[in-house]
Each structure stands twice: as structure tokens, then as C-alpha cells.
């Protein structure tokens, strides 16, 4: 009887494990990296960054973003003095950057600053614990076209460029 109990609890446990198991999806051309998950056939993105420790932004691919409050900027527009105008918050850009690296923020994009220059753009869409979200609006450079993420793998590389390296990893 204890034989059947412990292989039924186990069933359970296995069966609750399955349905937790999430798909993730990172992305990449020599520019951009987005983190997203696999449903099925289709792919969505909810966190795209434009610049790397290794490969920093320097104003290719041009894009345009598009905040909160409706307005829209350029790649090429980004300078500290805009990004003070614009953010509201600053905090260290991560570990992977190292301590002379600062990210400055509004709504979902995160401006990472070496000194005066830009050296990556995160994009993210971040729900937050008391259900705020905070959204970000990629575009192409002319503005004349946009996607909120989460945002399709077939949206991103409207903008970006086809991506050179997929790697699917199931995880719990």
C-alpha cells in the first residue's frame, strides 16, 4: 500500500512539474540580444538589448523608441543630456558591466552609460509585484512603425535583422 501512495504522490509531483516548465529563447545577431519564450510555434521576446559588454552600442542598428508618455527618440538622439531630460531613475548597470558602467531608466528601457557615452539600450517589458507594468515601444528609425514588447520574433527582426543564433532552453 505504501509502495502505491509513494508512486502516486510521485505521478503528481512529475505531472506538476511538466506544467511548470517553461521554454526560454535567447536570440542574437552581432548587435542585439532578446530573451524570450516558446509557445508552440510562435516566439515572443520580453527583454531586448542593443549593445554588450563585449559589443557596446555605437549607433548601429538605428531604431527609435517610442515612451510612456508618447514620445519618440532616435538611436542617434540618445546623449546623457537627453537621457537626464527623460529618466527617472539611475542604478548600477550590473554585474556584467562593471563599476565605472551606470544604467539610467524610464518606464521599460534602461540606458547603460560608460562617462558621457551610450554603450547598450535594454528594452523590457517588467510587470512588477503590485501589478504596475512598465512597457517599452521599439520602432524603426523613421518612427513609422512600432511594436510593444512582449514582441514577436517576426516584429523584432522587422526592425533588427534577421538573428544569426536561436538557443531553446527548457528549464523548471
Not at 530573451?35 to 538605428?62: A, L, Q, W
Not at 527617472?88 to 539610467?104: F, H, I, K, V
Amino acid at each position: 500500500m505504501k509502495a502505491f501512495i509513494v508512486l502516486g504522490l510521485s505521478l503528481v509531483i512529475n505531472s506538476a512539474c511538466v506544467n511548470i516548465k517553461q521554454n526560454h529563447v535567447v536570440a542574437e545577431t552581432l548587435e542585439v540580444k532578446a530573451f524570450g519564450t516558446r509557445r508552440g510555434d510562435e516566439i515572443v521576446f520580453y527583454r531586448v538589448s542593443v549593445g554588450s559588454p563585449i559589443n557596446p552600442f555605437r549607433g548601429k542598428p538605428e531604431f527609435s523608441f517610442r515612451l510612456g508618455s508618447g514620445e519618440v527618440i532616435r538611436s542617434n538622439e540618445i546623449n546623457l543630456p537627453k537621457v537626464f531630460q527623460i529618466c527617472t531613475r539611475t542604478n548600477s548597470a550590473g554585474r556584467d558591466w562593471g563599476d565605472e558602467y551606470l544604467a539610467y531608466g524610464v518606464d521599460g528601457f534602461d540606458f547603460i552609460f560608460r562617462g558621457q557615452e551610450l554603450s547598450a539600450v535594454h528594452a523590457a517589458y517588467v510587470l512588477l509585484p503590485a501589478g504596475k507594468v512598465l512597457e517599452a515601444t521599439l520602432g524603426n528609425f523613421t518612427g513609422s512603425n512600432f511594436f510593444a514588447l512582449p514582441i514577436k520574433k517576426v516584429e523584432i527582426e522587422s526592425l533588427f535583422r534577421t538573428f544569426k543564433k536561436i538557443e531553446y532552453k527548457t528549464v523548471l
